[in-house]
Structure formats: structure tokens, C-alpha cells
């Protein structure tokens, strides 16, 4: 059995795209997967599950999110190893403005070189370094006033794209761990 974290991008935000987390629980554990947790009302899902293969995840839970609650929400998963591997990765981790970090979960990897243009939109104070498929952001000024967004990232990228702030990346890791012991 594997331990996944499903993020999904656009739920419970801004009064979009509600769904009722208990419901979405009920949904997870009638597709049969086990020790189904959230974290916080915005679409972090934690489970358990035999099947191995991720994009095969992501489709069965995008297609029962869209039949059981008529919302077309990207989904994005990932294992314990993968938000592990990104959280060590955090070329940010010495900063101390740790609530300005913010991590952009890609789908699948860019194919296309994108720097130039992503330089050129992002604020002067502002970092932005992408490794594999994971976007690290530092944003001084709040991740509410960067135009480093998740449209923008998947417009300039051509992949879908979802954030988390620091604190909600590490306690997803934390949750994924307890639910895999």
C-alpha cells in the first residue's frame, strides 16, 4: 500500500468550486481508497491506496470529482518520497521569511525554456527557481501580490499547476508519514 498526497487545484477558494470536505472524503473512500484524511477545507487529500500509478490516480480522482460534484479540478499527486524530495530540495530554506515560500506542484515537467519570459514578469524582490517538477517561489511582498501565479505558470509552461505554502507543504509530509506507519 502507498501513501499519496492529492492536491487539487481550485476547491474551497474564493467561495469556487465548493465541495464539502466530508463529502470528498466519503467520494476518496467509496473509489476504495483507505485512511482518507484532509488537511485544512482546500484540497489536500492524504490516502492510502494498491494503486501504483500516479497519472492513473489523478484521472480516477479528477473523473469522481467531476461526476459526483460537476467540478472540472486538476489534480495532482504525489508520494511521500516525491514532497519529501521537494521540501529538501527548497533552494529557500535559509531564509528566514519562511511564510513567504511557496512551493508551485507541477503536473509534469515543462518542455519548453521558459526563463527568460518568467524573469521578466517576476518582481524585482522576488526568487523563482524550478527543479524537476516543482516551482519554488519567494515572494517578500505575499504570494497574493506576485503575478508569478498559478494561471501565469501554466500559461508560460503549457502544464497544470497548483501551490502550497511552506507551512502547508511540511504538514502535508507530516500527515502523509503518520498515515504511513
Do not use: C, W
Given at each position: 500500500?502507498?501513501t499519496?498526497?492529492s492536491?487539487?487545484?481550485?476547491?474551497?477558494?474564493?467561495?469556487?468550486?465548493?465541495?464539502k470536505i466530508d463529502a470528498l472524503?466519503?467520494?476518496f473512500?467509496?473509489?476504495?481508497f483507505?485512511?482518507?484524511t484532509?488537511?485544512i477545507?482546500s484540497?489536500?487529500?492524504?490516502f492510502n491506496s494498491?494503486?501504483?500509478n500516479?497519472?492513473s490516480?489523478e484521472?480516477?480522482?479528477?473523473?469522481?470529482?467531476?461526476n459526483k460534484f460537476g467540478f472540472?479540478?486538476p489534480v495532482?499527486?504525489?508520494?511521500i518520497?516525491?514532497l519529501?524530495?521537494?521540501?529538501n530540495?527548497n533552494?529557500?530554506?535559509?531564509?528566514s521569511?519562511?511564510k513567504?515560500?511557496?512551493?508551485?506542484?507541477?503536473?509534469?515537467?515543462?518542455t519548453i525554456?521558459?526563463?527568460?519570459e518568467?524573469?521578466n514578469?517576476?518582481?524585482?524582490n522576488?526568487?523563482i527557481?524550478i527543479?524537476n517538477?516543482?516551482i519554488?517561489?519567494?515572494c517578500p511582498?505575499?504570494?497574493?501580490?506576485?503575478?508569478?501565479?498559478n494561471?501565469?505558470l501554466e500559461k508560460?509552461?503549457?502544464?497544470?499547476?497548483t501551490?502550497r505554502?511552506?507551512?502547508?507543504t511540511n504538514q502535508l509530509l507530516?500527515?502523509?508519514?503518520?498515515?504511513?506507519?
Open positions: 500500500m502507498i499519496y498526497i492536491l487539487l487545484r481550485g476547491i474551497n477558494v474564493s467561495g469556487k468550486n465548493s465541495i472524503k466519503k467520494a473512500e467509496e473509489a476504495g483507505y485512511n482518507v484532509n488537511y477545507q484540497g489536500n487529500i492524504i494498491n494503486e501504483t500516479s497519472k490516480l484521472q480516477l480522482i479528477f473523473n469522481i470529482i467531476l472540472n479540478v495532482t499527486i504525489l508520494t518520497d516525491e519529501e524530495q521537494s521540501l530540495k533552494p529557500f530554506s535559509n531564509n521569511d519562511e513567504f515560500i511557496h512551493f508551485t506542484f507541477l503536473k509534469d515537467l515543462p525554456s521558459y526563463e527568460k518568467i524573469n514578469k517576476k518582481a524585482l522576488e526568487e527557481k527543479i517538477k516543482t519554488y517561489l519567494y511582498d505575499g504570494y497574493g501580490k506576485t503575478k508569478l501565479t494561471n501565469y508560460v509552461l503549457k502544464v497544470s499547476a501551490t505554502n511552506l507551512k502547508t507530516t500527515i502523509a508519514k503518520e498515515i504511513n506507519n
